[in-house]
């Protein structure tokens, strides 16, 4: 069962950029598409990004495309998510996930493994 770690969150200030990490525990991440969701206090987890197992494709939610980007290093088994831009509105615990069906990238419920979440906060 692979395991997922997220890092490089922290807090910055509005306008300002961040890249998160996240490191699989498994070669086999090179096989999983990988999702982005965030969390923030008081509301559901909401899709961010996502991208296929080979990186060819990436998809974004409205609310962030254009200033995130998001990748992998299938070498290193692990996903990254370049946060630029960055707005209070985008404060929130951030989580990678891996292993949905590409057609259900969306859904929380169709990822099986998910990291411990990192907290970005952004302030004005």
């Known amino acids: 069962q692979v395991q997922l770690v997220e890092s490089g969150g922290g807090l910055v200030q509005a306008g300002g950029s961040l890249r998160l990490s996240c490191a699989a525990s498994?070669?086999?991440?090179?096989?999983?598409?990988m999702g982005w969701f965030r969390q923030a206090p008081g509301k559901e987890r909401e899709f961010v990004a996502a991208?296929?197992?080979?990186?060819?494709?990436?998809d974004y939610a409205n609310s962030v495309n254009g200033r995130f980007i998001v990748s992998r290093d299938n070498a290193k088994n692990t996903a990254y998510l370049q946060m630029n831009s960055l707005k209070r509105e985008d404060t929130a615990v951030y989580y990678c996930?891996?292993?949905?069906?590409?057609?259900?990238?969306?859904?929380?419920?169709?990822?099986?493994?998910w990291g411990q979440g990192t907290q970005v906060t952004v302030s004005s």
């Open positions: 991208i296929t197992w080979n990186g060819a494709t990436t």
């Open positions: 996930a891996a292993d949905p069906p590409w057609g259900a990238r969306y859904n929380v419920r169709t990822y099986p493994y």
């Open positions: 498994e070669r086999t991440f090179k096989t999983y598409h």
